[in-house]
């Protein structure tokens, strides 16, 4: 088990990347956050929100641990997404999985990785950075 200084320093830097609260519980770091995007039919413009849910273990003492992130995107934010996770600077650790599901209007993208939590969000922050400066 990671101690807790390291548990709390490794959290407190993916809370500041992610821009949001973590939750603790049972060996888990959980991030839920909705994003709001403003869609357009024709002469009329809404806003909605989109989720996204993040979660990484706990349970290493150091190094790589499962990493997990389901991503509500808009179908013009997919490219602009995943192009900017495939181009960050930590490339992908070999035991990374990516699935797209789409359905309603929206993709949703499950991304599982076994590499250092911090990395993941790096990496995943950079391509929400992506689609926020894209819309």
Do not use: W
């Not at 009329?44 to 641990?65: N, Q, V």
Request: hydrophobic share 40%; glycine share 6%; proline share 4%.
């Amino acid at each position: 088990m990671i101690g807790f200084a390291s548990v709390e320093s490794t959290t407190e830097k993916i809370s500041q990347l992610m821009d949001a609260e973590i939750e603790l519980l049972d060996g888990m770091a959980r991030i839920q956050k909705t994003r709001i995007v403003k869609l357009s039919g024709g002469s009329h413009y809404f806003t909605t929100g989109l989720d996204m849910e993040i979660s990484f273990s706990l349970l290493a003492e150091e190094g790589p641990t499962i990493n997990e992130a389901e991503i509500l995107l808009l179908p013009e934010e997919f490219l602009p997404f995943s192009t900017a996770l495939r181009e960050h600077a930590n490339p992908f650790p070999t035991n990374f999985s990516q699935r797209l599901v789409q359905q309603s209007g929206t993709c949703s993208i499950l991304l599982k990785s076994q590499e250092s939590p911090v990395q993941f969000a790096e990496r995943l922050a950079s391509a929400l950075q992506a689609i926020s400066s894209h819309n």
